[in-house]
């Protein structure tokens, strides 16, 4: 059968076609993208501004069309961090709902991790034992850690690249004081967390998924997009403290001419790469490996959980 997921998230609406089948790897069939950066479309009081959210209808719909033009059986629609903590997400999900037919599923930070755990942990199978997964979106971090496919520990932190670029780092290239602050601000709230997970021993294998991650390890020297699915990527503690001062002292127009890195995606670089950097200190991490799979193919892989065995 073909199965859309419909993800809103904080920077993307992103419909993902893929062919699946109980007991099998879902394959990709067709992608439709659009960037709406609704973490950065929040008025002073929190809310989806009224262009923001005649936008995200719009491309709703759009989505929506494209999925029935790709013969998608069914599409399952969820939103994240930016949705989840608008202070009108109510009235957003109301218009979305009536003028599109979309019932958006608004995912909690704990299932976005859960979710996101589960896809990893299919990835790459039980023999890579003990699973630590991080995950950078634009409007949260998520961590997950455990054995099984469900997670023992999963926490949702407000540090998504979008958000504290938007809320903390002001200037292009930033001035040093704000990416000061900004580190201090990363490893409390992150060092806050490490006990929950540092009683639970240590993982065998600590992986990352999002666009934040691949493209770090992109311009520390890993394989390129075209390389395939399959290639091995990998994303160094040492390489990212290369990198962070020199992102830091960069433009957002001279971060997008790095290997890897789009011109939507540049100006979050750094927000990124400070907590990425900052997860893979507090938590002893020196090497991570990149996973393809993420939050979207972990909603797939529920669903065809729940279909009845044929």
Known sequence: MRLGVLDVGSNTVHLLAVDAHRGARPLPAYSHKAELRLAELLDEDGAI???GV?????????????????????????????????????HVLARVRAETGVDLQVLSGADEARLTF?????????????LLVLDIGGGSLEIAYGMDEAPDAAVSLPLGAGRLTAGRLPGDPPERTDVRALRRHVRAEIARTVGEFSRLGGPDHTVATS????????????????????????LSRSSLEEWVPKLADMTAEQRADLPGVSIGRAPQLLAGALVAEAAMD???VEVLEICPWALREGVILR?????PAP
């Open 49 to 51: 501004g009224p262009e």
């Open 211 to 234: 666009k934040t991650f691949r493209q770090l390890a992109r311009i520390g020297g890993s394989a390129r997009s075209a390389d395939g699915l399959y290639a091995r990527r990998e």
């Open 303 to 307: 669903r065809l959980d729940r279909l």
């Open 282 to 284: 507090l938590f002893d």
């Open 54 to 90: 005649d936008r995200l209808v719009a491309t709703i719909a759009d989505a929506v069309r494209a999925a029935e033009d790709k013969g998608c059986e069914d599409v399952l629609p969820f939103a994240t961090s930016a949705v989840r903590e608008a202070t009108n997400a109510d």
């Open 118 to 130: 589960l896809a990893a942990r299919r990835w790459f199978g039980w023999s890579a034992g003990r």
